[in-house]
C-alpha cells in the first residue's frame, strides 16, 4: 500500500528575473516588474510529499522528523533570507523562476532521499501563484 507522507516549510527570498543574454528592454518586456535590479523578494512556502510503502515495523512512510531535517539542512539553510540571484549557487547561470526553483528544490532533496520513494515538491511564490514538480 502506497501512502503520501508530507511536510509544510517556507523561506524567504529576494531574487530577479533577468537573463544576461538578453537586453535591459528585453528582460522588463518579458519579466516585467520582476525584472527589478534592485531585486524583490517573496515568502515562499513549500509541500514536500514523499510516497512509498508504509513500513511494517514503524508504521511509517518516511519518518518525518527525517524529512523535516533534510528539508532545513538542504533547502532552507540554502535559501532562506538570500537573494537568489547572487548567493544560490544553482542560480548563477540559472533564471531563478518559481518554475527553476521548485526544480531545484526537486534535485537537491531528490538526490538524498532513498531511491524507493517518489517525490512531489509544490512551491507557492505566492498564496495564488504556485508550480510543483514529480521529476521526469
Known sequence: MRV???RKAHFNAAHRLHRKDWSDEQNKA??????N????????????HVTGE?????????????????IKNEIENAFDHKNLNEQVP???NLNPTAENIVVVIWNKLK???D?????EVVLYETPRNFVSYKGG
Open 54 to 70: 508504509i513500513d511494517q515495523e514503524t508504521g511509517y512512510v518516511i519518518d518525518l522528523k527525517i524529512l523535516k531535517d533534510l
Open 115 to 119: 531511491a524507493k520513494y517518489d517525490l
Open 90 to 92: 544553482e542560480f548563477k
Open 30 to 35: 518579458v519579466f516585467g516588474k520582476c525584472n
Open 37 to 48: 535590479p534592485h531585486y524583490h523578494g517573496h515568502n515562499y512556502e513549500l509541500l514536500v
Open 111 to 113: 538526490a538524498k532521499l
Open 4 to 6: 503520501t507522507a508530507s
